[in-house]
């Protein structure tokens, strides 16, 4: 499984969010991370919240394409809320 991502985007997101894809890869290739179906109508996207490398919990959301790439399309430091959920279950 490949993960990619537009350097575009990343740019965009790294400016507003403070989180580079690379890192958000991190969470996403993580066996601890906490994984679920994003409710948007095309029911190809996907959250996932850990911690990356750099030790931050971050809120990944992704578009995956059957088992052939996922591709990275915004990434944010988690709430308050959704660091202390993902922290409960781990």
Same mark, same amino acid.
């Given at each position: 499984?490949?993960?990619?991502?537009d350097d575009r985007k990343e740019l965009a997101n790294l400016k507003k969010h403070g989180v580079a894809f690379d890192e958000?890869?991190?969470v996403v290739l993580s066996p601890l991370a906490?994984?679920?179906m994003n409710a948007h109508p095309s029911n190809n996207?996907?959250?996932y919240l850990g911690y990356?490398?750099?030790?931050?919990v971050l809120y990944v959301v992704t578009v995956e394409k059957a088992d052939e790439f996922?591709?990275?399309?915004s990434a944010r430091k988690a709430l308050p809320h %959704? =660091?202390?959920r993902? %922290? =409960?279950r781990v």
């Amino acid at each position: 499984m490949e993960i990619t991502w537009d350097d575009r985007k990343e740019l965009a997101n790294l400016k507003k969010h403070g989180v580079a894809f690379d890192e958000a890869a991190t969470v996403v290739l993580s066996p601890l991370a906490l994984v679920a179906m994003n409710a948007h109508p095309s029911n190809n996207r996907w959250e996932y919240l850990g911690y990356s490398v750099k030790g931050r919990v971050l809120y990944v959301v992704t578009v995956e394409k059957a088992d052939e790439f996922i591709k990275i399309i915004s990434a944010r430091k988690a709430l308050p809320h %959704e =660091k202390e959920r993902y %922290e =409960k279950r781990v």
